[in-house]
């Protein structure tokens, strides 16, 4: 073969080589713009999403929100603590604080301290008059709702005692101060913007005082005037109690007696809360009342879990 005849041969592999290098390079960019094109979309979507799942909120506790769209709220709550603990898929999605060991088996220091967190809130509550005032945290909340990204940019700022003595036992205070804020914090994470579709239900007791104060709890997580749409509706202060639970062999039920404001509660999507979780049963149980009124019971957090 001639010098030409190779140089010619040569030259039409590297004009191959060149075409294929050229339909590659266009595959590639369409693929590209395809796939900017695709995160584009997905982006607009979760943008209309989250601007209509924001309105329903905001219409939510305005009360103009059709029913369709309350309904639709419901696997998406769901989904929300989809992350939380369960007995088993059929079972109350759980989520707890701390765990709480029995005072033999607190053999580190991190388990004594949150066992003493938990034994200081109950004896704070178990005393009249003892419930850090739900009010003094409203600037503490504004300041956890700024963190999460949530705030107004118009919001108020003002300096704030981060924990005002409201009981001559500090440990009360700062547990029950602790409790609320942690309470908040985790619900604001979990849930975000969603807050309005909520109601919290603290679960009641046979002693009339921590029934009170417990309430007073409830408001203070709630805080509707915390969150620009508002914040949780406040559920505990709509069920009362009616006979605390005494054993069978005095003639009673064994069980406490309860009223619920059915009207309060048909349509509610609710978040139970209790100070500590054994089995679960006492929360599922109280679960299966409130739905049987309408309610749709979308978890339940706890300060503590037993281990």
């Known amino acids: 073969m001639s010098f030409l005849s190779k140089l010619v041969e040569f ?20 693929k590209t713009r395809l796939e900017i094109q695709k995160a584009e979309l997905e982006r607009r979507i979760a943008r209309e999403k989250a601007e209509r799942e924001r309105r329903i909120a905001k219409e939510w506790r305005q009360g103009t929100v059709t029913e369709e769209e309350r309904n639709s709220f419901y696997p998406i709550l769901l989904k929300c603590v989809s992350s939380w603990e369960a007995n088993d898929p059929q079972s109350l999605r759980h989520k707890w604080l701390v765990p709480y060991y029995p005072e033999y088996r607190a053999v580190t220091d991190t388990m004594r301290d949150d066992r003493k967190f938990i034994l200081d809130f109950q004896d704070a509550m178990a005393t009249d008059g003892s419930m850090l005032a739900y009010h003094q945290l ?3 909340l504004r300041d956890l709702r700024e963190n999460q990204g949530l705030a107004h940019t118009t919001s108020a700022t003002a300096p704030v005692n981060l ?24 619900l604001l994470k979990t849930f975000g913007f ?5 109601t919290l239900v ?4 046979s002693n009339a005082i921590y029934n009170k104060q417990l309430a007073e709890f409830s408001r203070a997580v709630c805080h509707d005037d915390v969150m620009q749409d508002g914040g949780m509706q406040d559920g ?18 064994g069980k406490l007696q309860k009223r619920y404001d059915v009207g309060f509660f048909q349509g509610k999507y ?38």
């Open 11 to 30: 030259s039409e592999k590297m004009a191959e080589n060149a075409e294929r290098m050229r339909i590659a390079s266009e595959e590639s960019l369409k």
């Open 138 to 140: 409203k600037l503490q």
């Open 163 to 186: 924990m005002p003595a409201y009981h001559e036992n500090a440990d009360h205070t700062l547990a029950i101060a602790t409790a609320v804020l942690r309470t908040y914090e985790t």
């Open 194 to 198: 969603k807050f309005p579709t909520l």
């Open 202 to 205: 603290c679960m009641p007791t």
């Open 236 to 253: 505990t202060s709509h069920i009362q109690v009616t006979s605390a639970a005494t054993p069978n062999q005095f003639g009673s039920s």
């Open 270 to 307: 609710v978040i139970l809360f209790d100070v500590i979780r054994n089995t679960g049963k006492t929360l599922e149980a109280e679960k299966a009342q409130l739905e049987s009124l309408g309610a749709k019971v979308i978890g339940a957090i706890t300060l503590a879990q037993t281990f």
